[in-house]
Each structure stands twice: as structure tokens, then as C-alpha cells.
């Protein structure tokens, strides 16, 4: 006896599993899958289901899969539901629960929908599968494709966070960058899948069935009651549907004792769910560039809007919009208080929870569930751009010892977004001026000496014609006070010229002194960076030969008068000894040089 039917949940077409699993050939709507519960009560075992322990096998039965020889599993799902007490403890909320779901295999809910999806598309003689992807969805298909013998085909556009693309890459997915959107890489999925007859994976019926799941779970984890509320972040309304279904299913079956209210969030760079629940409505318009740093939920077309929206609706709940910057400090706040690391797009429920705290929507007793989507390992970037970059010392304890009590990790606290905008400088400071500064904006004590070498940096930072903000004083104040480690500098360059055209060779005339030797060096290259490194190069030779395997540029704030962070790596491949050195400027090739001579420095002093 057939326990599902495969409908168009727009105008209701019965679709045989055959024809489309993805789309209606009708009306182009997204299919759903919809059950005899009868059937399925019957064959269950109600005793197991309460007593067996959390994970995505132990639903098989309200799944729409026939031959479970087609489910290979990697134990998805039975992801801890964590009392987050302190993060509570901090809005007034007793009864504030993380369902952590980055602890799945691939790091997202997703493997919960691709153990399902996988296991139809074997069902259904699948020889390759292809999918579009913002990356969790490419790295989960893709691990599992690999694991059932699947060529796995993947469209990502470009620029997709390193973490997500790593692991698609290491399970050896077919992976094309799509210059353009989310949206454009599922049309050309859509394309592919039928020009070439490969399943079409991502964001349809027999996933959002997967990840049904996270609602039984966070029933049982609840001692078989339901939340009043499951707060989670909505791209294509995949997941949050998925979630509203399951919850539904275990009332409807008497497992749980009411409909929690669903809370879909978005952003304002991408947020068509949130735009037309306040228009009361389940069709919503597309966004056509998503812009916002939680990269999963930057679907401009959500596939699933209409159920998603319905779900909303049905269950009195809400859609709502929290800025990337509440995002960030939510993802922090979560860390902190919560002892959870969620991506950024993860962290999109804490940051809605925080906003409805602040605006009195939520009782201190609510029993509030959010999801936190995916892993913060795998992206990153996001966090590493937001927290100021930890200082490097010599192995040496006098320097950590400094370190600790000047209190020099306060420092780097202060290199905040904010920090950027506030200018401290707009006129050259004196020594006494700058040395108050110092105290008062940065709160650490440093000597006079160093004072004297922050004011001559600060002056040819201001050479260039640049006012001094608070980050760029930072900056200034941790490069000195890294630079005093090195006592007996061998390089000191003591200005320079450089030549660069459109078709000519770049040349570099460089005044250093080198063992305290003043000499004049030439050199043409490649470029600017390249002429100078290579002058700089053959003056040292015989002293020190230093080989860079590593030249990263950082442009810190949006404008081209922005200062500049040059990060290197030298190896002085004789010695074996490696240095990582760090400068700004305002000046590209003023930053690339002090970085070097720093790096020459440091290695020269490990040498003595
Ligand atoms: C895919 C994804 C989402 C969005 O889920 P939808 O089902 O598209 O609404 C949210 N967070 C993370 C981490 C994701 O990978
Ligand atoms: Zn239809």
C-alpha cells in the first residue's frame, strides 16, 4: 500500500515519482509530499519511538523512502539540545534552548535532507547528481555522493565561504564558480539536470522530508512537550518547514501537546520571507542580489516561500529581519555566554531573540528553541574580520611577561569597527599630546622611548596626507612595541624611489643601511613590490638569504585613501627559521617594505 503521494503543493498536480521530483510540470510549483498517516501509524512502534535515544534513523518510517537498502547513513541528526542558562540569564529568559545542529556530519542540519534525498535518488536510478548551492548544501551532497558511488555535479557562486568550499573539494565534487547569485546557480542546476538526465539535489520535497527530523527531536528533547516558540533562520523556507511539518506530525499523532510559533529571520541584504509576511501574504517577491555576510541565507528566490510562509502564518508565528551587524555580535554573544561557535548565518536566531527581547515580545517563562544551523568552522573569515588578529612574540619570556602586564591584549580589543571611524589625529600631535592619547583611548601605559618611535610613525603616516584613526593608532602602537624586540636590526631602509609604468619594468632605488652599512641598491621587476624586495634582496646577500612564501595585502576600510596591512611570511630556508611579520600604511609599497625589513629583522635576531 503507497504511504505518500507526491503533489504540486500550488495547484495540487499528482506527480508521478518518474515524471519530476523537484518541480510541477504544470504550474512550476515546488512539490510536497503528503502522507497516509494510517499507514504509517500501523507499521509503527510507538514503544521504540519513545524510548530509543535521538537521530534522524530512528524516523525512517516518516520518510518517503520504500527500500531502506538505499539509506546509507553517517548518524545525522540526535544533535544536542543545549539550556543555554547564561545566555538566558542575560535577556530575562528562563527557558532559552540552542538546538545545535552544526553538530552534524558535514557541520549542517542539511545532512538530515541529503540522507533522504541521497537514498531517493539511488531509489530512482540516478546515475549523477548536480546541485546549486551557497556551499552547505554542495558540501553535504557531496559527501554522501561520493560515499554511494554518485558523481556529484556543484554551482556555487563565487566567493563561497573557504570552509564549505574545502570540504565539497576534499569529498571530490564536480565544482564550477557561478559569477553571479545563489538564484542563478539553481537555474542553471535546474538546466543541467535536465540536458544531461542528472538528479537534481537541493532545496525539494523529499529534503524538507530529512529535515522533519529537528521537530521530533526537539519534542523529545523537551520531555515530549512542544516549545512555545522555534526561532531559525530562513533561506529557501527548506528547513523551517521541514521543522513546522514535524512538529505538526508529532500533534497531530498526540506525541506533543500544541503548535509552537515558528519565527522565520532574514536580513535586510536579503529578505523577501520577512517582506511578504508584512504584506500578509505567502507570495512573495524576489530580491535580485542578495547582499548580506550570512551567506546560507542569501537565496533571493526562496524555493519553499510559499510553505514556508503558510507555516508562519498557520502557527501564528512570525518572519522578522535582525542587521549583520546584530548578527555578529549575536554570533559572539552566543560563543561567550552560550558555548556555541555557529556560523553566521547560525547565529541570525539568537541575534531575532535578542531583538525581541529588547522590544518586550518575549515572557521571561517562554519556552524559546533556536536553531543554530550550521558550524562556525566553516567560515571563518566572517569572525577572523571582526576580532582583532592575536600579536606574535619571540619565544621568550620577558616578552610574555610584557605583554601580560602592560596589558597589551587590550590593545587589540580596541580594533573594532568603530574604531575605524574615530579620528584621533587631524593635526601632527607633539610627543606629550600623543603620549596622553595613547593612555586614554588605549588604556595601556607604554615609555617614552617607545612614545618617540610611535611619533615619528604617526608623522609619516600623516606625510601621506592621512588623518590617524583609532585603528590605524593601534596599528602604529603594536608595531613599535613588536619592533623594540628586535634590539641590533641588521636592515634599516632609509627612503626610497620607485618607478612603475603601464609597459615598462618597475625599478626601485632604495637607501638602506645594512650591518650598519649605508648603501645604495637597484633593482628592476615585475612590479613595484617586486623591483624593491629583489634591491633589497641583493644587498643582503651573503648576510641573509630570505625567501618569501607568503605575501598577503589587506585593504582595512572601503576607500582608496584606506589603510593598507601587508602580512609576510620569510623563511630563511639555511637556518629553517620562519617569521610572519606585519605592517600598515597608508601606502601599499611603504607597508609591503616595513613589513620586510621587520621580517629581515626578526629572523636576523633568532640568528645572533
Ligand atoms: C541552508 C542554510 C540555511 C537556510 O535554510 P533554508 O532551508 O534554505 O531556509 C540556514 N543556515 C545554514 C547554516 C544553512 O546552511
Ligand atoms: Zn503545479
Known sequence: MQRYTLKCYDCGTEHDEQQSVTTCFKCGGQLEVYYDYEAITDRLNVQALKTAPVSAMKY????????????????????????????????????????????????????????????????????????????????????????????????VPQGTPVGKLAQTLISGARVIQIRGTYSDCARLAQEMAKRFGYYLAGDYAFRAEGQKSQGYEIVEQLFWKSPDYVVCPVGCGTNLHGIGKGLREYLDLGFSDKMPRLVGVQTPGCNPIVDAYKRGTNQFKSVAKPNTLASAIAAGTPLDGHKVLDDIFASEGFAMEVTDDQTIAAQLNMMRLGGVFGEPSGALGVAAVEQLVSEGKLKADDTIVVIVTGNGLKDPKTPLDALPEPPSIEPDFGELESFIENKLYAIHEQLTPKAKQKVVFKTLPDQEQLHKVITKELGIEVNEHAVTEILAEVHSFMDKGKTVSKSDLVMIVEEVLDKQAVVDPLLTIVDFEINTSLHHQATAKIKVTIGGEDKQLMHSGVGPVDAAISALRDGLDGKLMAKLTDYTVNILTGDIDATVEVKMTLVDG?????????????????????????GINLLWAKIK
Request: glycine share 8%; charged share 20%; hydrophobic share 40%.
Open 60 to 155: 525512517l518510517p516518516f520518510y518517503p523512502i520504500d527500500n531502506y537498502k538505499n539509506v546509507y547513513s553517517l548518524q545525522e541528526g540526535g544533535t544536542p539540545l543545549i539550556h543555554a542558562k547564561k545566555l538566558g540569564e542575560s535577556l530575562g529568559l528562563k527557558q532559552l534552548f540552542i538546538k545545535n545542529e552544526g553538530l552534524n556530519p558535514t557541520g549542517v542540519f542539511k545532512d538530515r535532507g541529503t540522507l533522504v534525498e541521497i537514498a531517493k535518488a539511488r531509489e530512482l536510478g540516478a546515475t549523477a547528481i548536480c546541485l546549486a548551492s551557497t556551499g552547505n548544501m554542495a558540501a553535504s551532497c557531496a559527501a554522501y555522493a561520493q560515499i554511494v558511488g554518485l558523481p556529484c555535479y556543484v554551482l
Open 574 to 598: 639555511k637556518r629553517n627559521n620562519k617569521v610572519v611579520s606585519r605592517a600598515t600604511s597608508p601606502d601599499v609599497i611603504v607597508a609591503s617594505l616595513k613589513a620586510y625589513e621587520k
